[in-house]
C-alpha cells in the first residue's frame, strides 16, 4: 500500500534501520537480504529527501532528521500493531478495564512504564496496576486474583497458563568507583565480596553464582540497587537494561565475570482460562509490543 508516494511497508524497515543503525542486523532481524535493506534504505532516503544514516567511522549514526523521525515512527507503528492484534469482542478504545500485573520494580522500569503508556494512547479507559513481585502477590496471581505474572522463564508457578515470551536479557556485574576490585573477576572472587542482591533471589538467575559465600549480600530492591553500588563499596549482578538506564547518571563501571551467566528469557504469563477474555490476550499482546 502506497501513501503520498511511499510504500507503507517500508516503514517497518525504516523503524529496523534506525534502531540497529546498521544494515547487516538490521537485514538479519527483518528476514531479508543485504540487497533488500540496502535498496529499502535508498528509497527512503530518496521520499525523505534525507540521508536517515550516515557513516561515522565504522558506525552509522541517525541524521537530525532520523532522530526527530524515530519516536513518532515507533508511536504509530505500535498503535497499528496494537489495532491488528485485536479480538473480536474487544474495543480497545471503549473498553473500561482493569489489569492487574505482578511484576518486579525492575520489570516496572524497563517495562510497564512503557507499557501503560503504549496501552493509555489505544485503550485510555483501561487502567493497569502493578503488584510487586512478593509471595503475597503471587499467591494472589495462582488464587487469579491478578491477571498476569512477569518472571524469568524456566520456573513454573502454574502448570495451567498461556504465556508470551518478552524479552531475552543479559546479566552484568557493576561497581562503584569506591570498589577495590579490577576489571574482571572469577565467580569465586564474586561470592566473596560485599555484594547487593534482590530480595527474591531465589527467583533469579545470580543464583547461578551467589552459592556458598563468604563475602557480606544485603538484599534490596532493584531500583536501589545501582544507586546503593555507585556509592558504595559493594558490587552486584544486575540485568543490562537496568544498568543502562542508570550508567549515564550514576557513577557505574562493568566487572567482567569470567563466567558469565547465561542470557535468560523473560515471559509473560495468564491463566488458561484468560485465552476466552479477549481482553487478557489482548493485553498479552501489548506486553509482547512495549518490550520490543
Known amino acids: 500500500m502506497r501513501f503520498r508516494g511511499l510504500d507503507l511497508n517500508l516503514l517497518v524497515t525504516l523503524e529496523m534501520l534506525l534502531v540497529e543503525r546498521n544494515l547487516t542486523r538490521a537485514a538479519e532481524r527483518l528476514n531479508l537480504g543485504q540487497p533488500a535493506i540496502s535498496n529499502a534504505l535508498s528509497k527512503l532516503r530518496e521520499h525523505f529527501d534525507d540521508e536517515l544514516l550516515t557513516r561515522q567511522g565504522r558506525e552509522m549514526a541517525r541524521t537530525v532528521f532520523a532522530q526527530q523521525l524515530l519516536k513518532p515512527l515507533q508511536d504509530t507503528l505500535q498503535q497499528i500493531k496494537g489495532v491488528a492484534m485485536a479480538r473480536p469482542g474487544f474495543d480497545p478504545s471503549t473498553a473500561t478495564l482493569t489489569y492487574k500485573i505482578v511484576a518486579s520494580d525492575y520489570i516496572s522500569i524497563v517495562l510497564l512504564g512503557s507499557l501503560i503508556l503504549h496501552v493509555e494512547r489505544i485503550a485510555p479507559h483501561v487502567r493497569i ?83 556458598d559465600t563468604s563475602g557480606v549480600s544485603v538484599p534490596m530492591p532493584f531500583s536501589a540497587i545501582p544507586w546503593f553500588v ?63
Open 129 to 211: 496496576e502493578i503488584l510487586p513481585l512478593t509471595d503475597d502477590a503471587i499467591g494472589k496471581f495462582s488464587r487469579g486474583e491478578a491477571d498476569a505474572l512477569v518472571r524469568p522463564a524456566g520456573r513454573t508457578f502454574l502448570a495451567s497458563t498461556e504465556q508470551r515470551e518478552l524479552f531475552i536479557e543479559n546479566f552484568i556485574c557493576i561497581a562503584g568507583r569506591k570498589t577495590d576490585v579490577g576489571a574482571e573477576i572469577t565467580a569465586e572472587q564474586f561470592c566473596t565480596l560485599k555484594r547487593a542482591v534482590p530480595p527474591y533471589k531465589t527467583y533469579w538467575p545470580t543464583a547461578m553464582i551467589d552459592g
Open 230 to 292: 555507585a556509592r558504595s563499596d559493594y558490587i552486584a549482578v544486575v540485568p543490562e537494561r537496568l544498568a543502562a538506564i542508570y550508567e549515564p547518571i550514576l557513577e557505574l563501571r562493568r566487572i567482567r565475570l569470567t563466567t558469565p551467566i547465561p542470557p535468560v528469557p523473560f515471559i509473560a504469563q495468564t491463566h488458561s482460562d484468560g485465552g476466552g477474555d479477549p481482553f487478557k490476550m489482548w493485553m498479552l499482546d501489548q506486553m509482547v509490543l512495549a518490550a520490543r
